[in-house]
């Protein structure tokens, strides 16, 4: 005979607050997403469309808006893939492994948390401007970082560059060294096991990551605005953009601008559910897998 199975048993949650509380919580924080999230959206679409959907439109077709808009896509174009290999391997290097120097390599990784991007661009305008310490090597040979393309790169990468490998190590860490140590005895290398094994088992996470990733590099102003020397038509990003407009008074153009943003904030918003959904029916997988049957009892 065989043993029975174990079942869990989930106790469920309850709270012990009155009804009372539980609603002024809900109400408080119903109150500040409406006050500090949905206004704020909604007043950022109001103010593009206020002059109709043609001064809308005209405000995105302005040379200035278009060459904004290219730049934008093509730092995020750079700089994504740039963290995504960097996330992967420093999240495999950390989980994975254990070495000499693991703490100080997950707190460098966590450095641009802790650094204002306004900070972030002037250390590159130290290193690599007219006056750094590379600017007259980089100016004798032609080479132009600061107040260009290159500089506006750098400073992306600079501050999107956590946000992959951070989603990724704990993620990997939960999952443990168990199905790759498998696949590597059962034969395959390197690179089919992190095709077969651990890319399927981390691509939500990753993709989460990438999302965040995306999300910030379109939107990023501190570290830009320092490094770009907001030449127009050149090197102004749409939140660049969106500043200059503003101070100029072209309030539709400025809001229809802020509006591509806000935009792809609630496309970021959606695609990071449907991740985190995905993630989560992983784990609940995970945790509900039957145990392993007992051999059977031999009986006289």
Known sequence: MTAPR??????????TEPRAVRWLITGVALTFILLFLVLPLAAVFTEALRQGLDAY?????????WSAIKLTLLT?????PLNLV???AAAWCIAKYNFRGKAFLTTLIDLPFSISPVVAGLMYVLVFGSHGW???WLAEHDIKIIFAVPGIVLATVFVTFPFIARELIPLMQAQGNDEEQAAIVLGASGWQTFWKVTLPNI??????????CNARAMGEFGAVSVVSGHIRGQTN????????????????????AASLLALLALVTLAIKSIAEWQVENQRKAAENLPPE?????VTP
Not at 6 to 15: L, N
Not at 293 to 297: F, L, M, N
């Open 6 to 15: 174990a079942t869990q048993h989930r106790t469920p949650i309850t709270t």
């Open 57 to 65: 439109l005209e405000g995105l077709k302005e040379p200035d808006a």
């Open 76 to 80: 995020a174009l750079i700089a994504v």
């Open 86 to 88: 960097f996330g992967v």
């Open 134 to 136: 590379f600017g007259p």
């Open 203 to 212: 691509k939500w996470g990753l993709l989460y990551g990438v999302i965040l």
């Open 237 to 256: 990003t749409i939140p660049l953009h969106v500043e200059i407009l503003y101070n100029e008074y072209q309030s539709v153009a400025a809001f229809a």
């Open 293 to 297: 049957r007992p051999s059977p009892r």
